[in-house]
C-alpha cells in the first residue's frame, strides 16, 4: 500500500514538474518569437475571412478595400508578414482591420497608444500573450462569427419537450413522498430511463455544438481575465475590455456550470461518466444549452463587440511585433493636403530593400524599363498608403499622406470561364475606379500599364482621356506605363519619374532607385539577349528597331 502511494504521489509531483515546465516553455518561445519575421505556415483564408464576410456589411463602402485591389497588392502575403497573433480572434481581427481604412485619426491614435503600451511593457504583453493562446487556432474556431450570426440554427428545436420530461422527473418523486410508500419509486424508475434514453439519443447531436460554446466561454473568459485589474495593468489603462464582457456576468455563470459537467465526462474517468449518464436523466444540459443561445441571442451585439475588442488586443500585440520585424518604420504624419511626401519608403514583402524618397502634389506618370522597379514601387505606395491608416504604421522614414481610399488596376487576367477578354476586364476596372471616385474622400488609384489590351494608336487616345478624367476629380492616379507619348500628351496634368538601369560586363544592373523625369531607356531586347535567346533573333529584332 505505502509502495502504491508513493507511485500515486510520483505521478501527481511529475504532472505538476512538467506541466510548469511546459508553460516555460511556452513563455521562452513567446518572448523568442516577438519582433521575429512571422514563420511560413498554412493559411486557410476563406476560415479566417468568416469575420469579414460578417462585419464588412456594417463598414461604410469609403472605408473597405475591394477584393480587386486586395488581390492586385498580395495583401494576403502582407498580412502573413504582419501576422503574429495568438488565437483565431486575434488572426480574423487582423484580417478584418486590413480590409478597412479609416477616415479620421480618431481610431489611429487609440490604437497607437496600445502599441505604445505593450511596446513598453514586455511581461505584460508576454502574460496577455500566454492568455490568448489558451483560445488556439482550431479550424472549427473561426465558424465562430458566422455561427454567432446564425444562432438560430444552433437552436435545440422542441425544447419544451424536454422542459416538459425534466418536470415529469420532478413530479414522479411526489408520489413516493407524499404517500409514504417507496413503491411508488417505480415510476420515478421509469421517467429516469425515458429520460436518460431520451439524453442518449440526444446527446449525439448536443456534442456538435459543444466547440462552439467553449470558443463563447473561453472569449468571455479571455475577457474576465483581461479586465481584472489585480493581474493587469491594461485595464486600468484603456478602460474598454471590462465594460465590452460585463454583459455577460450570467451567462458566463451557467456556461460554467456546463462546462464542468462536460469537461468531467470527458475526462475518461469511469465515475465521472457514469454521474454524467446519471445527471443526463434531468436533462439539464439541453436546457442550459438552450439558455446559453438565447442569452447571446439578446446579447449577440455585445458579444460582437468584445470579440473585436479582444481580438484589436491580440492584433496590437501582433503589430507591436511587426513593427520590432521591420528594418525601419514610422508612424504617419496625415495632412489635409493632396499631397504624398514620401521618404525613405519600401516594399514589406522583400528582405533586402531598395528605399525610395519622392514627393508627389499631384497625378504621375512613372515611366521605366521592364523589371527596373515601376509596380514595385506603385505596389510599395499603396500597401503604405494602406497600412498607415489602418495600423498607423508605414515602411519609410517618413511619411505624410491624405486619408484617402485606395483603389488598384493591376493584376489583370484573361477570364475564360465568362468569356471575357484582357482588354474587356481592364476597362471593367477602369471603370470601377472611376465610379468609386466621389467628392466626400479623396480616391488613390494606382494603374500598373493602362489599357495594354489595344492596340498603341486607341491605347494614347483612350489612356490620355482616362487619365485627364482622373486628373480633374478627387483623386491622385499614379500610373506606370512605357508609354512615353503619355507623358507628352499630359505633360501639364501629370508630374514625372522614372527608373532605369545600365549595362555592365553585357549584365544589366538595375538600381531601383525612382528620379524624377521621363525615361529614355528601352531594354526589351537586350532582356532577351541577356537570357539567351537565338543570335538572329536579337539581330532582326534590333534591325527593326532602327528601321
Known amino acids: 500500500m505505502p509502495y502504491i502511494a508513493g ?71 502582407v498580412y502573413q508578414r504582419i501576422n503574429n497573433c495568438r488565437s483565431f480572434i486575434g488572426d480574423q481581427v487582423l484580417y478584418s482591420k486590413l480590409h478597412c481604412l479609416p477616415m479620421d485619426s480618431l481610431y489611429g491614435q487609440g490604437f497607437e497608444k496600445k502599441l505604445s503600451f505593450f511596446a513598453a511593457n514586455a511581461k505584460e504583453r508576454e502574460e496577455l500573450q500566454v492568455l490568448f493562446s489558451h483560445l488556439g487556432k482550431d479550424s472549427q474556431s473561426y465558424h465562430l462569427p458566422k455561427s454567432i450570426e446564425q444562432l438560430d440554427k444552433h437552436k435545440i428545436p422542441s ?46 447531436k448536443f456534442e456538435a455544438n459543444l466547440n462552439l460554446l467553449r470558443n463563447i466561454l473561453g472569449i468571455i473568459a479571455t475577457g474576465r481575465t483581461l479586465a481584472n485589474t489585480k493581474k493587469f495593468t491594461y485595464e486600468k489603462e484603456f478602460e474598454d475590455i471590462g465594460r465590452l464582457v460585463k454583459p455577460f456576468k450570467g451567462i458566463s455563470f451557467i456556461m460554467g456550470l456546463f462546462q464542468m459537467k462536460k469537461d468531467a465526462a470527458l475526462s475518461g474517468d469511469m465515475l465521472a461518466i457514469l454521474s454524467d449518464y446519471l445527471l443526463g436523466g434531468f436533462l439539464l444540459d439541453f436546457t442550459l444549452y438552450h439558455r446559453i443561445i438565447k442569452g447571446l441571442e439578446a446579447r449577440r451585439g ?36 493632396h499631397v504624398l511626401d514620401l521618404k525613405g519608403i519600401y516594399h514589406p514583402l522583400i528582405d533586402d530593400p531598395v528605399c525610395n524618397t519622392v514627393t508627389m502634389d499631384k497625378s504621375t506618370i512613372i515611366t521605366g524599363s521592364n523589371a527596373s ?26 511619411m505624410k499622406i491624405p486619408y484617402a481610399k485606395i483603389i488598384t488596376s493591376m493584376a489583370i487576367r484573361d477570364d475564360l470561364m465568362v468569356g471575357e477578354s484582357y482588354y474587356i476586364r481592364e476597362i471593367k476596372y477602369l471603370k470601377r475606379i472611376i465610379e468609386n471616385i466621389s467628392e466626400d474622400r479623396l480616391v488613390i488609384c494606382l494603374i500598373d500599364e493602362i489599357l495594354r489590351g489595344t492596340n498603341t494608336v486607341e491605347r494614347l487616345a483612350a489612356s490620355s ?52 523625369g521621363v525615361s529614355s531607356s528601352r531594354n526589351a531586347i537586350s532582356l532577351l539577349e541577356h537570357i539567351g535567346f537565338p543570335e538572329q533573333i536579337i539581330k532582326d529584332a534590333k534591325r527593326m528597331v532602327k528601321g
Open 373 to 398: 522597379g515601376k509596380s514595385t514601387f506603385i505596389k510599395a505606395v499603396a500597401i503604405n498608403a494602406i497600412l498607415a491608416q489602418n495600423i498607423n504604421t508605414c515602411m519609410a522614414q517618413e
Open 302 to 337: 455585445e458579444f460582437t463587440d468584445l470579440y473585436m475588442g479582444l481580438g484589436e488586443v491580440d492584433m496590437a500585440i501582433s503589430v507591436a511585433s511587426f513593427r520590432e520585424s521591420l528594418p525601419k518604420y514610422c508612424t504617419p504624419s496625415f495632412t489635409r493636403d
Open 7 to 77: 507511485v500515486i504521489i510520483f505521478i501527481i509531483i511529475s504532472n505538476i514538474v512538467n506541466h510548469r515546465k511546459s508553460k516555460v516553455r511556452h513563455r521562452q518561445k513567446i518572448r523568442r518569437l516577438y519582433g521575429q519575421k512571422p514563420k511560413k505556415r498554412d493559411y486557410d483564408f476563406k476560415e479566417i475571412g468568416y469575420h469579414w464576410q460578417v462585419h464588412k456589411k456594417d463598414v461604410p463602402e469609403d472605408e473597405k478595400i475591394d477584393d480587386i485591389s486586395w488581390n492586385d497588392l498580395e495583401m494576403d502575403k
Open 465 to 516: 482621356s482616362v487619365l485627364t478624367f482622373l486628373s480633374s476629380k478627387n483623386c491622385i492616379a499614379i500610373v506606370a506605363s512605357h508609354d512615353i507619348e503619355l507623358t507628352q500628351i499630359l505633360s501639364s496634368l501629370y508630374d514625372n519619374y522614372y527608373f532605369t538601369e545600365k549595362m555592365q560586363d553585357k549584365d544589366i544592373i538595375f538600381d531601383y532607385k525612382i528620379r524624377k
Open 159 to 204: 425544447i419544451w419537450l424536454y422542459r416538459a420530461l425534466q418536470l415529469g422527473l420532478i413530479l414522479s418523486f411526489l408520489p413516493a413522498l407524499v404517500l409514504n410508500n417507496s413503491s411508488y419509486m417505480y415510476l420515478t424508475l421509469v421517467v429516469s430511463v425515458i429520460n436518460v434514453a431520451t439524453y442518449t439519443i440526444g446527446k449525439v
